[in-house]
C-alpha cells in the first residue's frame, strides 16, 4: 500500500516500538523494534518506504518492522485517535 508525504498529517512516536502516521484518510501504525532511526527518517521527509522485516534480515538487532497497520479514518475517529 502506498501512503504518500502529501496526505500526512503529523506523526507520532508511541514508543520505542510504534509510530503512527496520521494521513488525512487514516491512520497507519508501524510495529516494531529499535523504529526511532524511522521516525527520524519519515519527520525530515527523507523516508522513501517501510516494509516489514524479513526473517533472514541481518539488520534486524538494529531495527526490526513486525507489523504495518492501516485503518481508516472513520474507523479511527471511531476509536478517538
Same mark, same amino acid.
Given at each position: 500500500?502506498?501512503?504518500?508525504?502529501? +496526505?500526512l498529517m503529523r506523526i507520532e512516536m508511541k514508543s520505542e516500538n /510504534? *509510530?503512527? +502516521?496520521h494521513y488525512t484518510y487514516g491512520l497507519v501504525r508501524v510495529i516494531g523494534r529499535k523504529l526511532g532511526l524511522i521516525y527520524?527518517?519519515? *519527520?525530515s521527509h527523507v523516508l =522513501? =518506504?517501510?516494509r516489514p522485516t524479513d526473517p533472514?534480515?541481518?539488520?534486524?538487532? /538494529? *531495527?526490526e518492522v513486525t507489523q504495518i497497520v492501516f485503518e481508516d479514518a472513520k474507523d479511527t475517529i471511531g476509536n478517538g485517535l
Amino acid at each position: 500500500m502506498f501512503a504518500p508525504y502529501s +496526505f500526512l498529517m503529523r506523526i507520532e512516536m508511541k514508543s520505542e516500538n /510504534e *509510530i503512527w +502516521f496520521h494521513y488525512t484518510y487514516g491512520l497507519v501504525r508501524v510495529i516494531g523494534r529499535k523504529l526511532g532511526l524511522i521516525y527520524t527518517l519519515s *519527520i525530515s521527509h527523507v523516508l =522513501g =518506504g517501510v516494509r516489514p522485516t524479513d526473517p533472514d534480515d541481518p539488520c534486524r538487532d /538494529e *531495527i526490526e518492522v513486525t507489523q504495518i497497520v492501516f485503518e481508516d479514518a472513520k474507523d479511527t475517529i471511531g476509536n478517538g485517535l
